[in-house]
């Protein structure tokens, strides 16, 4: 049972008090739109910028530079992937109670939530997201970084997890999309590149303009990383 804690002193259990507090004064559909975003909405989204990226940015870098610029977009998906997989063990390691199990007062919108708090896996997946776009296109990474802001603050607002679970999710993804990108980098433009050279060229690079016909405008140098 939970009990009432002395807690005016714990600036991480203040904030969680702060921020689910919104969720008792808002109207009921507020709460809906939270959950949903909270739970699937967001990560959508930012299924939705990855994808868009690589249509708009990736694909259309300069031809010596799209399989590097593509093979980003899919390390960005491959992070978030093993971010969620590290956080099996880091949760049974830590093994922290959700907060409605350790204070009184705190209104929990998603029922069946279970297991330990730490870290959130539904923030370290959408902040390696946003690393890996980042390093394709400033853009549309500072775009994913506000997504994986909203998914954090929305965990909170649920009343699921605590303010430094959510923190410890931003570290866990940035943290593999960042170390283990070399690595990651490595082989998956040396498939990219292989698939320039097929049929499913398209998947990789704009097909080039026919002769009299303008190319696609390249990336500006603001936008992209990749770009000159």
């Not at 259990?13 to 969720?23: D, F, Q, S, T, Y």
């Not at 709460?31 to 909405?41: Q, T």
């Not at 997504?147 to 931003?170: H, K, N, S």
Request: with cysteine.
């Amino acid at each position: 049972m939970a009990e009432v804690a002395n807690d005016s002193a714990n600036p991480d259990i203040n904030l969680l008090r702060g921020i689910n507090n919104l969720a008792k004064q808002a109207p009921r559909g507020v709460d809906r739109v939270v959950e949903f975003l909270g739970e699937y909405g967001l990560i959508a989204l930012t299924a939705l910028l990855a994808g868009w990226c690589w249509w708009r940015v990736a694909r259309r870098a300069r031809r010596a530079e799209a399989p590097a610029a593509v093979a980003g977009v899919l390390w960005a998906g491959v992070a978030a992937g093993i971010a969620v997989l590290l956080d099996f063990p880091i949760r049974a390691l830590v093994q922290r109670p959700r907060p409605a199990a350790e204070y009184d007062g705190i209104d929990v919108l998603i029922h069946g939530t279970h297991g330990s708090s730490f870290a959130s896996a539904h923030t370290a997946l959408v902040s390696a997201v946003a690393v890996g776009l980042f390093m394709v296109s400033r853009a549309y990474g500072s775009v994913a970084i506000a997504l994986a802001v909203a998914e954090g603050f929305c965990r909170v607002y649920l009343g699921v997890q605590y303010p430094t679970d959510v923190i410890g999710g931003f570290a866990l993804g940035a943290a593999t999309a960042l170390l283990l990108a070399p690595l990651g980098l490595a082989l998956l433009t040396a498939l990219t590149r292989r698939l320039a050279g097929t049929r499913a060229a398209f998947l990789v690079r704009t097909t080039p303009a026919p002769e009299g016909h303008s190319a696609p405008p390249r990336p500006r140098a603001d936008d992209t990383g990749l770009a000159a």
